[in-house]
């Protein structure tokens, strides 16, 4: 028998899910409205795989195969209860450096500067664990006094124990960051091992 939060999920993630607005411009952002939740990390972490694993979709947000292609801010209507921000991947080694300068200016006065942002999710790839650009984005938001979970990506091509062991790893390094929450979801898009658990946590912003 389904537990009240797990029931809304199912409803919430299983209702309607619409793009309506996106943006390269930090001055064109939406009007602030509903609880806003992004989704940050890697180019290629699997950004747009989870969204549209989250809420049972194929095509809602666009998956490239080509690493910093999506250099917009993209928001969702999730229910009419949630928006679901999708930002531009960073630390794309390939890019200029003056448009890897501009994604993370606009993606940083995003976080920073947004009222009605409630919460980060910050991605990372299970198979590579913390890299050096996530630990700068930690610390970003940790300045900013953005409240943000870390979760991990690709979780499919893992054994169980190297599963396990990556969450450990991960969850030492969130302990020394203050801005960072101690629940820590492995996930796989491909699989949707550990999509229930991060659906009931990401309700609670409802």
């Known amino acids: 028998m389904m537990g009240a939060d797990e029931e809304f999920a199912r409803k919430l993630f299983a209702g309607s899910c619409d793009f309506f607005w996106g943006t390269?411009?930090?001055r064109t952002l939406p009007p602030e409205s509903l609880p806003e939740l992004a989704f940050v990390g890697r180019s290629n972490v699997g950004k747009s795989s989870l969204i549209n694993a989250l809420t049972g979709r194929k095509t809602l947000a666009r998956v490239s195969q080509t690493p910093g292609r999506t250099r917009e801010i993209n928001f969702f209507n999730l229910g009419k209860k949630l928006i679901l921000v999708d930002l531009p991947g960073y630390g794309y080694a390939k890019?200029?450096?003056?448009?890897?300068a501009?994604?993370?200016?606009?993606?940083?006065?995003?976080?920073?500067?947004?009222?009605?942002l409630k919460r980060v999710l910050l991605l990372i790839d299970a198979r590579r664990g913390v890299m050096e650009s996530d630990q700068a984005v930690m610390e970003l938001l940790d300045g900013a006094a953005v409240s943000y979970g870390l979760v991990?990506?690709?979780?499919?091509?893992?054994?169980?124990?190297?599963?396990q062991t990556t969450l450990v790893e991960t969850a030492k390094e969130a302990a020394r960051h203050t801005a960072?929450?101690?629940?820590?979801?492995?996930t796989s898009a491909q699989s949707?091992?550990?999509?229930?658990?991060?659906?009931?946590s990401i309700v609670k912003l409802v």
């Not at 949707?192 to 009931?200: A, C, F």
Request: proline fraction near 2%; hydrophobic fraction near 40%; aromatic fraction near 6%.
């Open 24 to 26: 390269g411009n930090i």
């Open 192 to 200: 949707g091992s550990g999509l229930n658990e991060l659906r009931q």
């Open 102 to 116: 501009e994604w993370q200016s606009l993606i940083f006065a995003y976080l920073s500067g947004r009222a009605s």
């Open 152 to 163: 991990l990506t690709k979780g499919d091509e893992l054994r169980p124990l190297e599963g």
């Open 95 to 100: 890019a200029s450096k003056q448009l890897a």
């Open 180 to 186: 960072a929450l101690q629940e820590i979801h492995l």
